[in-house]
């Protein structure tokens, strides 16, 4: 089967990876990812969002299905624009994929349909009445752009902003600039405990869940610093994570459920990866964010320990007969190997060294993100996150210590956080999770 794969970064690597055990892959990037490239059975590396020409790509290439790794090109309608020639995509079409585009869809969504989890919020497009939300409240809250602002536009109380009236000044920065391309906001409660993802196949009925995962947003050692697209990951031997139990598990993938039934009804049939971003509240699971597409970093650590055929599963995900999917009993560390003072780095296209040799010797994998290769098959850094170096062992501690000893093998200007993963992180979570219970 020849299947396309959209985007250039370590997600879209980890997915071509997956799909080319069973699968021909031609890959459509917007930079040259080295590993993508290679392999790919054809690439073409262009705009894009130019969908003309990735339709041309893809018509050339007799392509069956698509596989579309980023949010931008869902937003747009790459989807609805495939579907016109006759290729169909894992991923949702532009009605669906407002589940991840426009917030104030996703919260109406849950209260429309009284789906579980829903917590306090209100959508607005005025100044003046977000203004009277914020002062009525009388708790911290969360401010989103309704729009997607590449991860960056959420701003908490106590975290990013100080309290309410900095809040207050941010709405305002939001109307003015229409970040994430809305004159809106979305202001919700805080909500306090931790934070973990569940990804899921999705065929528009059914829903295949895959293991839990947690991220690292901020930058810095001790969650400290400004937050990243996530600077690495874990997920654990039995698919839950140490403050996770199975039950909570099970109510967060009943509200995935609740959330796709709501979906098909209210917009279209969800066919694709749907990402629910969760908090572990005193009350249980509370869905903070969905995105419409694989999560990066947790794409990495769920497909690392995938033990099915994802090709086969694509062609499910299309036809609307997802059956089942296999992951094994293995516990997976990703961490991001980042530019120097990422997120706001000088040492964009300068050389990063990786001895891929010898980390694969290691039995550890390298997964390429936002680099780019030059004309002497040099690898260079941009200014976002460059490499992904993931382990797969029998506990969590086995995989961050390998993580750990494989990024010595990575040479250039940046940086890592060495605390993801480890004992003494884990436990922490473990400890505020019992305080936010207690
Ligand atoms: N790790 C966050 C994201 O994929 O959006």
Do not use: W
């Not at 964010?289 to 994802?310: H, K, W």
């Not at 062609?315 to 997802?322: C, E, H, R, S, Y």
């Amino acid at each position: 089967m020849n299947i396309l794969v959209v985007g250039s970064g370590a997600r879209e690597h980890a997915i071509a990876k997956s799909l080319a055990k069973t699968a021909d892959v031609f890959t459509y990037m917007g930079r040259k990812n080295p590993g993508l490239a290679r392999l790919s059975k054809e690439y073409e590396v262009a705009d894009e969002s130019d969908f003309e020409n990735i339709i041309k790509f893809a018509q050339d290439n007799e392509i069956e299905i698509a596989f579309i790794g980023p949010e931008a090109p869902l937003e747009k309608g790459i989807v609805d624009e495939l579907e016109k020639v006759g290729i169909k995509s894992v991923g949702p079409n532009k009605d669906a994929a407002q589940i991840e585009t426009n917030k104030a869809f996703m919260r109406k969504l849950f209260e429309d349909y009284d789906i579980s989890g829903s917590i306090k919020y209100g959508t607005f497009y005025t100044l003046e009445e977000a203004y009277e939300f914020i002062d009525n409240f009388n708790e911290p809250v969360v401010v989103k752009p309704i729009g997607l602002t590449g991860g960056k536009g959420v701003k908490i109380v106590g975290d990013q902003l100080a309290d309410n009236e900095e809040a207050k000044e941010y709405v305002k920065e939001i109307f003015e600039q229409k970040m994430g391309g809305f004159e809106g906001v979305v202001i919700e409660e805080l909500l306090i405990g931790e934070e973990y993802t569940i990804q899921a196949f999705v065929d528009g009925t059914h829903l295949i869940p895959m293991p839990a995962a947690q991220d690292h947003p901020h930058a810095f050692v001790g969650n400290k610093g400004p937050i990243t697209g996530g600077m690495g990951s874990y997920s654990d031997k039995n698919h839950l994570l140490p403050f996770l139990s199975q039950e909570e598990y099970d109510q967060s993938v009943e509200i995935m459920k609740e959330t796709i039934d709501a979906i098909k009804k209210e917009a279209s049939p969800y066919k694709g990866i749907l990402y629910g971003q969760f908090m572990l509240t005193k009350e249980g699971p509370k869905i903070i964010e969905y995105n419409a597409r694989f999560g990066d970093p947790e794409s990495m650590n769920v497909l690392a320990v995938f033990d099915y055929d994802l090709a086969e599963i694509s062609k499910q995900i299309v036809d609307g007969t997802l059956d089942k999917a296999l992951f094994e009993n293995k516990a997976s560390v990703c961490k991001y190997i980042v530019p120097d003072k990422y997120p706001d780095t000088k040492a964009a296209d300068t050389i990063v060294e990786v001895d891929e040799e010898k980390i694969n010797q290691m039995d550890a994998q390298v997964y390429y993100a936002a680099v780019y290769e030059d004309e002497n098959e040099d690898i260079r850094l941009t200014s976002s996150r460059a490499i992904a170096v993931l382990a797969v062992r029998d506990s969590i501690k086995e995989a961050e210590e390998v993580c750990e000893e494989a990024i010595k093998y990575v040479n250039g200007e940046v940086y890592h956080r060495c605390d993801v993963a480890t004992e003494e992180l884990l436990n922490e979570k473990l400890e505020h999770m019992k305080e936010v219970k207690s």
